[in-house]
Structure formats: structure tokens, C-alpha cells
């Protein structure tokens, strides 16, 4: 049992290139979010799903993208990138609302 | 918007010493999580208060969530250096989406 499980680890892109940051959870979980966390911030929530087919936006979505098309997967795209995109995201997911939520172990990644 | 704010920023401690970090928010919420991120790790869920009221205690570790949910605390008694790391609190308004608003965070590093 794998949990939350996000690729890659580390990315370096050049300003105005684009990605896709994946993240894969195999417990069942409805619910799925992205966050990203910026020192003095804490964790932001870039995107999330209730569900197969159902995405909305949360605090920080602008320059972000996401989708989902099965319960187990949900990317995060960056359109393109900008040095203020340069952050560690999180995905998690939990079982329904109002539960413990499970994140990944991370993304670092630099916007030069 | 909801906006959650943990205080302290920072604390440093001695090993031995009592620590406690404090979580309000502008909103009356359903329940507050609690995490916990080691350095260069992801945010583990600690624990949930939903009541009114509520104290809940694990090990060295007491939680507790104000008569209004509109406030919390963690409070470590005795730190030990495996206490390092970075504490969050996580309001939840108990919409159906269950989305998270995180605290900036406390960093807490223990002195041996």
C-alpha cells in the first residue's frame, strides 16, 4: 500500500516552460488536493476534487491546472512557469471531507 | 475569506522544557486538525477535535479546542529532540467539500 505518491521529487524549469506534476493515491480516496507551501505561509491549496470529473479551484489556482479523470490520479499542471511558481507542492488526499487528510512526499521545484 | 493564525512562528527550547503553539481563526469552525512535518518531510495528521470544548491528549501531547471552535492549542509536555519539526493546525468549515485552511505554522526546534 503505497499511499499518496507524487513524481518528481526535485524539477528545475526555465521561466515559461511547462509541466506536469503527478500524483497517484491507491487507497480509494475521493477527495484530492493540491497545496503548495512557501516558508512563513504554510500550505496553500492550489486546487482540489471531490471526485472523478470534479475539480475546483481553491485559495492560489492562477497559473495552475488540473484535472481528473479516475478516482486514483490527479496531475497538476503549470501553464507557464514563473520564478513565483518556485515552491514545495503537496498532493493529498483523504477518504471524504472532514477526515485526516494523506499527502505525498513532495515536489521541490525552482523556477530560474 | 476563513484565515487560520498559529502562533508562535518560531520557538526554540531547551530538551526538557514545555512548548506550545496557538491556532485562531476568523470563522467558527466544524473540526481543526493538527499536523506534524518533520525537516524535508510532508505533513503527518496528528489528530482531529471536532466538540466544543474538547482536550485530547497523546502521550506528551494535549490538544485542545476553544468553547467557540474558533481557537486551539497543542501543548508538548517535556520536549525531546524527536519533537522537531514544523506543527500546523487545519480549519475546516465543514462544507461538504471539506477543504482545509492551514496556519502559518510553528517551528519548533529543541536544544539537547
Known amino acids: 500500500n503505497a499511499g499518496v505518491t507524487q513524481t518528481p521529487k526535485f524539477q528545475v524549469l526555465k521561466t515559461g516552460q511547462s509541466m506536469t506534476l503527478q500524483c497517484a493515491q491507491d487507497m480509494n480516496h475521493e477527495y484530492m488536493s493540491w497545496y503548495r507551501q512557501d516558508p512563513g505561509m504554510g500550505l496553500r491549496l492550489i486546487h482540489y476534487s471531490v471526485g472523478a470529473g470534479i475539480t475546483d479551484q481553491g485559495e492560489v489556482p492562477n497559473g495552475y491546472n488540473v484535472s481528473r479523470s479516475t478516482t486514483e490520479d490527479f496531475p497538476l499542471r503549470l501553464l507557464s512557469a514563473a520564478p513565483s511558481q518556485t515552491s514545495v507542492y503537496f498532493c493529498?488526499?483523504?477518504?471524504?471531507?472532514?477526515?485526516?487528510?494523506?499527502f505525498g512526499q513532495g515536489t521541490r521545484l525552482t523556477v530560474v | 475569506g476563513q484565515q487560520v493564525m498559529q502562533i508562535p512562528q518560531y520557538q526554540h527550547v531547551q530538551e526538557g522544557e514545555d512548548f506550545t503553539t496557538y491556532c485562531n481563526s476568523s470563522?467558527?469552525?466544524?473540526?481543526i486538525q493538527w499536523y506534524k512535518q518533520r525537516p524535508g518531510g510532508h505533513p503527518v495528521f496528528l489528530i482531529q477535535l471536532v466538540k466544543s470544548g474538547e482536550v485530547k491528549k497523546q502521550k506528551r501531547l494535549t490538544f485542545q479546542f476553544g468553547e467557540a471552535k474558533k481557537n486551539s492549542s497543542l501543548h508538548i509536555t517535556a520536549t525531546q529532540t524527536t519533537d522537531v519539526g514544523t506543527y500546523f493546525c487545519?480549519?475546516?468549515?465543514?462544507?461538504?467539500?471539506?477543504?482545509?485552511?492551514f496556519g502559518q505554522g510553528t517551528i519548533l526546534t529543541v536544544h539537547p
Open positions: 493529498a488526499s483523504t477518504y471524504t471531507a472532514n477526515t485526516e487528510a494523506f
Open positions: 470563522t467558527t469552525l466544524s473540526n
Open positions: 487545519a480549519g475546516d468549515r465543514g462544507t461538504s467539500y471539506g477543504k482545509l485552511t
